[in-house]
């Protein structure tokens, strides 16, 4: 079964640079989530969408933006790194109809800021 | 401030015990409780849930119990097998609608065969 796809699967930039990353939902999924999850750390809420708009809003830096386009993917981007944004992040998928369903995640990308 | 608690980092069972994850949560809007498995290297994977309308969910040998009143949720895995050895998380989502969840930190469980 098709799963969650995240591009790419590792990225490393220096300070200062602009990273993107990017999320292909489960086909049919209507909402996406991102997370980060620092070293030792839980995962945490950054941002999420449904249906193409904005629909919460956790911890996420004012650096950082991300969007979902009209096939359901999702970017989120990053400009300005600092060491402090070397993380693993994840997206995850789910479809929303009413109904609480599990959100089903990527495998991460794992982003090492020098 | 942490919403979501798994105050045992780590748990160690021998194979064909049973294991007890456990987990606290602070917010009693939350409503629906997720537990996700992770390996290495690899995302979260969705174990099983439960609402907060049931105080029990059960699917082959993972059990949740949900304990509203005390906020608290476990994960039973009988009987434990070597391959469920895995850091376990505990999510929770609540009314608001954005369905966006809330991790613990985690527990990493070792199976001994």
């Known amino acids: 079964a098709a799963g969650v796809i995240q591009s790419p699967r590792h990225l490393i930039k220096e300070k200062r640079e602009t990273a993107t990353l990017k999320c292909y939902p489960i086909?049919?999924?209507?909402?996406v989530y991102w997370y980060q999850q620092g070293p030792g750390q839980d995962p945490q809420f950054l941002i999420s969408?449904?249906?193409?708009?904005?629909?919460d809003k956790g911890s996420i830096p004012d650096r950082f933006s991300a969007q979902q386009f009209s096939d359901y993917h999702s970017e989120l981007n990053m400009s300005s790194l600092e060491l402090g944004d070397s993380a693993l992040y994840f997206c995850?998928?789910?479809?929303?109809?009413?109904?609480?369903?599990?959100?089903?995640f990527g495998q991460g990308t794992r982003l090492t800021v020098v | 401030d942490q919403q979501v608690k798994q105050n045992s980092p780590s748990l160690s069972v021998q194979e064909g015990r049973i294991s007890i994850l456990n987990c606290d949560y602070t917010n009693s809007m939350f409503d629906y409780f997720l537990w996700y498995k992770k390996y290495p290297a690899e995302g979260p994977t969705f174990l099983i849930s439960i609402s907060s309308i049931k105080d029990k969910n059960e699917d082959g040998r993972f059990t949740v119990f949900l304990n509203k009143s005390a906020k608290h949720l476990s994960l039973h895995i009988v009987p434990s097998q070597p391959g469920d050895s895995a850091v376990y998380f505990c999510?929770?989502?609540?009314?608001?609608?954005?369905?966006?969840?809330?991790f613990g930190t985690g527990t990493r469980l070792t199976v001994i065969p």
């Open positions: 999510a929770a989502s609540d009314q608001t609608g954005a369905n966006n969840l809330f």
């Open positions: 969408f449904y249906e193409k708009m904005q629909s």
């Open positions: 995850a998928s789910s479809f929303t109809d009413r109904v609480r369903t599990e959100a089903f």
């Open positions: 086909p049919r999924h209507d909402t």
